[in-house]
């Protein structure tokens, strides 16, 4: 390719298609709709529909499960989806924390006429999820049915054209991991390593670069909400590659890009380096006052190749039926609580909500041990391979996390 091609590439924006989005904001009290071919764009107009004078950059968009929304993932998001627009200091509540509220609101007559329904109400969260449980239809009758058709009140209220239960809890894990992915870019950005060290943050950048791409070729774990991905007593292994049952919202369907593209799209610039003002000068610099130049070097540099995905089982963690089984606090083999702890959400839509409160918990803790462990790393030098592939496999993967109860998950210090 040409100089003057490649840069009519670089400069030239790539037109995708548009679609329309409905818009709300943390309280949901209005919606709108938006059609837009950006993140950006959607901000910009969703902005003006709903009177927020903010700064794009500080203006933050979310599903209404509560997961956050980067450019990339924009992209991969169906028409019509409902998305939230929070203002700096807005709390977004997710479904589940609207079922709670809804609960206490509406019926409240009923659930303090007794003495099981007013401790729901003044007791903390995990005696709420207990009850709730207590309370589902175990009705089995159609939690072996897969599609909208066969089972429509599974779907009901659900903001997604996906036609499959499992085509829904695949896209839900990989929404989950995606939030780690945030959570740990956002601890980065905000340290002071991040901010007062030039030579530690171009090895931050790669880091977060390289789980980025790493996540791709991984496909965000979605198999472990994948029913369909459970193994089977009549097969040994299920292999996500080979399978016809692979959907099309799985980032293997997306087109592989190069390395370089890759950071130059989702990777760098502003997205990841402190907000401060951008300074002036003769060419395009981002927030930290690098130049475009200067970060497609960083990019094109980058010393961490991506594992490519070996042919051996993905396998999920639930049965063939869909049912999890709690992992346990994370200083014990197992849990305590044994066939209380155990939740089917292909069963029921109610389920399915309740599965909201279930959480991965991360043995080695990602925000006290696993990040900081990065900072020292990239202020020390360069993080070796090993070094970044470890952390990486402790952030994302079950080698470091377990699915909980709400009632296991301690989110006191892991020591």
């Known amino acids: 390719m040409s100089l003057i091609a490649e840069c009519f590439r670089r400069l030239t924006p790539a037109r995708t298609e548009l679609k329309g989005y409905k818009v709300t904001d943390v309280n949901r009290t209005r919606k ?4 837009c071919r950006s993140l950006q764009e959607l901000k910009r107009k969703a902005c003006a529909k709903l009177s927020v004078t903010n700064d794009l950059a500080e203006v933050n968009v979310f599903l209404l499960d509560g997961s956050l929304v980067d450019e990339e993932y924009f992209h991969t998001l169906e028409s019509q989806t409902t998305l939230i627009l929070q203002r700096p200091g807005e709390k977004v509540l997710s479904d589940a924390d609207l079922l709670y509220d809804t609960l206490k609101r509406v019926n409240i007559d009923f659930l303090t006429a007794g003495d099981k329904a007013s401790k729901f109400l003044t007791e903390n969260l995990k005696a709420k999820v207990a009850v709730l449980n207590n309370a589902l239809n175990k009705d089995e ?6 599609s909208r058709d066969d089972h429509p009140e599974w779907f009901q209220g659900l903001d997604t054209n996906y036609t499959t239960k499992e085509a829904y809890m695949h896209r839900r894990c990989q929404d ?3 939030g780690y992915l945030y959570k740990t870019i956002d601890q980065i950005k905000s340290s002071e390593t991040f901010s007062s060290d030039p030579k530690a943050r171009k090895q931050l950048l790669y880091a977060i670069a390289f789980f980025k791409m790493q996540l791709k070729e991984d496909h965000y774990f979605g198999y472990y909400f994948d029913r369909s991905r459970a193994l089977k007593d ?3 292994s299920v292999d996500e590659l080979d399978s016809s049952t692979c959907y099309d919202h799985c980032p293997c369907r997306l087109t592989r890009l190069e390395d370089s593209t890759y950071f130059r799209l989702f990777g760098t610039t ?5 907000d401060s003002p951008k300074k002036k000068t003769g060419r395009n610099s981002n927030a930290d006052g690098r130049t475009d ?8 540099n980058c010393p961490y190749s991506v594992r490519t995905k070996k042919r051996e089982p993905c396998v999920a963690m639930c049965d063939h039926k869909g049912e999890f ?15 209380r702890h155990k939740i089917n959400p292909y069963r029921s839509r109610e389920e399915l909500i309740l599965f909201s409160t279930w959480n991965f918990d991360h043995k080695i803790e990602r925000s006290r041990t696993l990040v900081p462990q990065l900072l020292e790393l990239s202020a020390q030098g360069t993080p070796s391979e090993e070094d970044i592939l470890e952390l990486y496999d402790n952030l994302f993967t079950l080698k470091n996390l377990r699915l909980v109860h709400i009632v296991c998950h301690d989110k006191g210090s892991h020591k």
Do not use: M
């Open 325 to 339: 089984r709690c992992g346990g606090v994370w200083n014990v083999d197992s849990c305590s609580y044994g066939e």
């Open 293 to 300: 130049n200067d970060a497609e070097e960083e990019e094109d």
């Open 32 to 35: 709108f709709g938006v059609a």
């Open 234 to 236: 009549s097969t040994k």
């Open 270 to 274: 502003e997205q990841f380096c402190v």
């Open 176 to 178: 989950r991991i995606r």
């Open 141 to 146: 009758s159609k939690t072996l049915f897969s």
